[in-house]
Structures are given as C-alpha cells and as structure tokens.
C-alpha cells in the first residue's frame, strides 16, 4: 500500500508523521484493584464506609458513558485497608468478566476489586481520548486473551504494553470533545427509549382495561373469553432425528420456537426447517397471529408472546411447545387482542396458572379460557392504533439510535487514526 504523504506505517497502522506512538505504560503507573479475602466476609463487606467498585457494576452502564459516577456496594473501613483505593478521574479498564477491556473514567474516589485495572500517577494523554481508543480495540484485547496467552484476565503487563496512537494533547481534546458529542446523544436516546415504553406499558394498562377511555368513545365494555374471540392452536408434533432438515428445501417450513419470540415480536432467526408432511395447514402461521410460549424449562418464559408479521414469502410454522392464537377478524381486531397479551393482567393469569405446578405447561383450552373485557370494534381498533403509533414511535428513536452507533462507530476509525484531522 502506498503511504500518503505526511502519514507514516507504526504497529497500530497508518497515522499521521506527526503523531507519536506511546504504549499505556508510558502514560502512567498500571496497577489493579484489590479484593479483600475471604470474599464476603463481613468484617470488610457490606459497610459503609467506601464505595466498592466491581467489574459487575460496570455492566450496568451504557457504552455511550465514560465516566463512572456510582458503585453497588460498600466496603467497611477494615475492608478498605485491604483493598485500592482509585481516585476521581483515574482512567480504570476492566481486566475481566463481560466487559473485559472496556474502559471508563471514574466519576468518584472508590475502592476497587482485582477485576479492574487502572492508570494511577499518569503524567500526560487526555483521559477520554485514551477510553475512546481502549474501547476502539476491546475486540481485539479480547482476541489477545482467547488466542494468544489463554489467561483468563488482562494483567497489567498486557496492558502496560499496550500501544496507542498519540497526537499532540490539543488534537487529542479535540477528538475526544467531537466523539463525546455523539455520546450526549447516544446517552439521551438510552434515556428516552425506557421513558417511552414506559409511557406506552401505562397507556397500555389503563386503555385496555377502559380505565381511560379516548375521546368520542362511551359505552359498557363486556367481559369476554378469549376463545370467544378466536382460537389456540397447539404446534407441530416431530421427530428431531428424520424431520428436520438443515436448510430449506420445498419439502420443507420453517419452524419457529420460543427463541423466535423477541420482544413481543416474532423475528425470522436461527430458524430450523421441519417435514412439510408433518404440518397441517392450520398450522401455517398466518399475519397477525400470535406466538405463545406454551412449555419451557424456564416459567418466566412461559406465556410469553409475540406478534407474527413476516410477509417474505416464505411459509412457517411453530415447534410442539409453542401455540398460535388466531384471532377471527369477525369477532375482535387482531391488534387489540395482540395487545392483550401483553398486559400485567395477562401475565397475572399465566403466574397464577403455574404456580405451585412443577410442570411449565399450558394448554390451548387454558388460552382461550382467559377473560379480558372488550369494547365496541370502532374502540378497539381506535386503541389498537394508539398503541400501535406508540410502538412506531419507539423504534424509530431506536433506529435513530443504530444509526447513531454506526456513525460514532466510523467517527472513531477516522478520527483516532487521524484519516480525519480536527487540528
């Protein structure tokens, strides 16, 4: 490859001539935290004293925010003094666990466990744009660990050489203040989209049970059953050894089972493809059907249900332990029953049916014997709409939030490799 002028060919690519290459050791002193032993004794946890900082914690932040700002836990005194303690805007990486080699500034002084690494005395680099470039290369530190060493951990000798492009401390600002912008935004579509779902669950529970009526609409609901709306089918019956096939061929369907079911939406992945003789044609999952988790190991997914709305030719259909509810047009709107099936009403019925049962089972019979209470057709289809351009809503902000991930995504290959120059 031909080098462009002013850019130079160093052991983490092609950078500008201008800018150096340091290794993390160089920018400071790199230690780990340190766990006090034995583990949860209490003479050293679960105090009040320190903040305790596990790789655990980490978890529960969002990618798009650097700094740490609170911990889960506390050390007593005696626990401190067996520990580390990190100071406010030290530069800690995580050396395992989920996050391994995810790296953040801390927010607080706290103590930290052996889980966490940090940058301690550290003489000169910005502190974001070093995080920004850590968290560039997490992929490839994990790579190190599964193929290189076989260690479980990052040691600090891993990350102490660890090497880094380095230009001058006001282009490295400069990055670091244009990647933390998209972060901003990030940071505020990650608190928009819970808000908005929650906004649609309570709509939802109050609309639905005609506790909040919209407007133009009076009358008396009835309670109804659910089978008298439509009906519970139960899924293919087969054998795992001469049914099913690896691919797709025209004598086959597609099978969907409950890990199709995604967030109250059918979704078309790792899909098993099942003996078109074994299925009927009732049993040809239809738009605007809904997919039921009938039996699983796990009674939390039990009942769990999803919207099936795949138009892409292909025909599909549902595994034994699934069932499909399919609601008659006549009867009821499909999206208000749809919509049914995801209230706290209908979870109720689900816990209730299971509990003190040491079989994760339901029946079709079971299904259509839940009540709900109904509207007019006009009210339904009405709720079903609103709940429906709620729905919209949120996935076009978490579209909103892909395309912004891929542009911070490109910003960093650009601007962290100097393709892109801001000074």
């Known amino acids: 490859m031909e080098l462009r002028a002013a850019y130079k060919e160093t052991e983490v690519g092609v950078i500008p001539a201008q800018w150096e290459v340091k290794r993390l050791g160089d920018l400071g002193t790199i230690v780990r935290g340190g766990s006090p032993r034995p583990a949860g004794d209490p003479r050293f946890f679960n105090g009040s004293f320190a903040p305790w900082l596990t790789v655990a914690a980490l978890t529960n932040i969002p990618d798009s925010q650097l700094r740490v700002t609170e911990t889960f836990g506390f050390l007593t005194e005696e626990g401190s003094k067996r520990s580390r303690t990190l100071m ?14 995810v790296a953040k500034i801390l927010g607080i002084t706290c103590c930290a466990n052996d889980g966490i690494a940090a940058i301690i005395n550290q003489r000169t680099g910005n502190k974001s744009f070093i995080c920004y470039y850590i968290n560039s290369q997490t ?10 060493n076989g260690q479980p951990n990052l040691n600090t000798k891993l990350i102490r050489e660890t090497a880094l492009p380095f230009p001058k401390e006001d282009e490295q600002r400069a990055i670091a203040a244009a990647l933390s912008d998209v972060d901003a935004l990030l940071l505020r579509l990650d608190q928009l989209i819970p808000k908005k779902r929650d906004l649609k669950l309570g709509a939802m529970q109050e609309l639905l049970a005609g506790r909040r009526r919209l407007p133009g609409f009076t009358g008396r609901w009835t309670e109804r059953r659910i089978g008298d709306v439509g009906k519970c089918l139960r899924g293919v019956t087969y054998k795992g050894d001469t049914d099913l096939s690896p691919y797709d061929t025209p004598r086959t369907r597609r099978l969907l089972r409950s890990n199709n079911v995604q967030g109250s939406t059918v979704v078309a992945r790792d899909i098993q493809f099942v003996n078109s003789e074994r299925v009927s044609p009732q049993q040809l999952m239809q738009v605007n059907d809904i997919l039921i988790c009938m039996a699983n190991g796990s009674k939390e997914l039990v009942g769990k249900a999803g919207a099936f709305t795949i138009e892409d030719g292909y025909l599909y259909t549902f595994g034994a332990f699934m069932g499909c509810f399919r609601t008659s047009a006549e009867r009821a709107d499909p999206a208000f029953v749809f919509f049914l099936f995801q209230t706290g009403r209908y979870r109720d019925y689900i816990n209730n049916l299971l509990a003190g049962s040491s079989i994760n089972n339901l029946r079709p019979s079971t299904i259509e014997s839940l009540e709900f209470p109904f509207p007019s057709m006009a009210e339904q289809a009405a709720i079903a709409a609103a709940l429906s351009d709620m729905d919209s809503e949120i996935e076009a902000l978490k579209s909103r939030r892909e395309k912004t991930r891929a542009i911070k995504q490109g910003m960093m290959q650009e601007l962290l490799t100097g393709r892109i120059r801001l000074v």
Do not use: K, M, W, Y
Request: net charge negative; no cysteine; glycine share 16%.
């Open 88 to 101: 406010d805007g030290t530069v800690i990486i995580a050396n395992s666990g989920a996050t391994l080699g």
């Open 139 to 148: 992929a490839h530190l994990r790579e190190v660990i599964a193929t290189g």
